[in-house]
């Protein structure tokens, strides 16, 4: 006879309680980057929208980024770390293979009755990982997930190169996301496009680099108009699409808050979901950069800290990125 087997038995719904950041207090001018890749200052903000980024030193990892966002989410969220039942870390630039940057900062930050796994699904990973913590949730797997998106892109991009070195940057962005007794994170609307792999990813395997004698080590490139391209035509069905799967209209958002890809990416998709204009709208890329999975929960605390949205608001979430892989949904802001 089958042995009766108890299920996990989770909360009706999910929410996010908080969002912690770390912006590198390092900032990086456009100037100072303009000549090394024959830029200027006038073609970085017009083509792209970006200011200024931030990078991490050296000798700040992916693991301090991710640790001191985490550590800001939870103590905004009153909830104890040893409450955390899972911690999830988005990231495609923890330099091992193995062990997870999870598992080190579960453990820095305390969270020892946690489980701890990496997720890679690049600038869409914090979307992804969300969808997840809400079905974990509902599903009772964990009580409350700590979600970080943390890249420190700055270690795999070529300095030198044109369609890169200006656009990525270093940051991380975490939520503490627990039980709710309304629904406050809607359905996920995601996908990938593995046919254009290629579109952004590495110039070699790290194995390539051992048996060939290098010569330069593996770094981040991107067909950057394919992805543009991409981004503003496809990108802008599944944020309509998630909006319908929630039962929201554009009309009652507090707050659009897109992957940081690209001024202009952000601004083509505001005018092809027709969203209204009394709908704020995320700019975090003019200071930050491109921080791939950090950037939504980035761009979403510095609208809540500068009162541009309200906590408790609607709003839409979007990543998209390498793979090509993209998340959508609608969220109760925390
Ligand atoms: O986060 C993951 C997803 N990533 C994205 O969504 C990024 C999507 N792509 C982009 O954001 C844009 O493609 C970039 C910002 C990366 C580049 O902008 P673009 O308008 O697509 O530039 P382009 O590559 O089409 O180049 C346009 C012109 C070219 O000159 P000509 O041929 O028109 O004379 C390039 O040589 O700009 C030139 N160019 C540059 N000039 C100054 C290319 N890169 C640079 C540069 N500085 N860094």
Not at 82 to 100: K, R
Not at 151 to 177: C, H, Q, S, Y
Not at 223 to 243: H, N, P, T, Y
């Amino acid at each position: 006879m089958t042995a009766s087997i108890t299920p996990s038995l989770g909360s009706p719904h999910a929410r996010i309680l908080s969002v912690g950041v770390r912006r590198p207090s390092r900032i990086v001018p456009n100037s100072e980057i303009v000549d090394r890749i024959d830029s200027s200052d006038e073609w970085i903000r017009e083509r792209s929208g970006i200011v200024e980024r931030r990078w991490a030193e050296p000798d700040e990892s992916v693991v301090d980024l991710a640790v001191a966002a985490g550590r800001e989410a939870l103590s905004k969220s009153g909830i104890a770390a040893d409450q955390i039942g899972l911690v999830m870390v988005a990231t495609v630039t923890h330099p091992f293979q193995t062990p997870s940057a999870a598992a080190e900062v579960a453990f820095q930050l305390g969270a020892s009755r946690a489980g701890a796994v990496d997720l890679g699904a690049a600038c869409a990973g914090f979307c992804y990982g969300l969808a997840m913590a809400n079905d974990l949730i509902r599903g009772g797997s964990a009580q409350y997930v700590l979600l970080v998106g943390v890249e420190k892109l700055t270690d795999w991009i070529n300095p030198d190169d044109r369609g890169t070195a200006f656009l990525f940057a270093d940051a991380a962005g975490a939520v503490v996301v627990g039980p709710s007794d309304v629904p406050a994170i809607g359905p996920v609307v995601w996908g990938a496009d593995g046919s254009q792999a290629d579109a952004i990813c590495m110039t070699q395997s790290l194995i390539d680099y051992r048996d060939n004698g290098g010569p330069i080590f593996p770094t981040l490139v991107m067909q950057g108009q394919q992805v543009f391209r991409w981004a503003v035509g496809e990108m802008s069905k599944i944020a309509l699409e998630a909006l319908e799967v929630a039962g929201v209209a554009a009309d009652d958002l507090d707050a659009f808050i897109p992957h940081q890809a690209n001024m202009r990416i952000t601004d083509a998709m505001v005018r092809a979901i027709k969203l209204p204009s009394h709908v704020p709208v995320a700019r975090d890329i003019a200071f930050s950069g491109n921080t791939s999975a950090a950037s939504v929960p980035l761009a979403m605390e510095r609208m809540l800290e500068s009162g541009e949205a309200p906590h408790g608001g609607t709003a839409l979430l979007i990543g998209f990125g390498a793979g090509l892989v993209f998340a959508a949904q609608v969220v109760t802001l925390p």
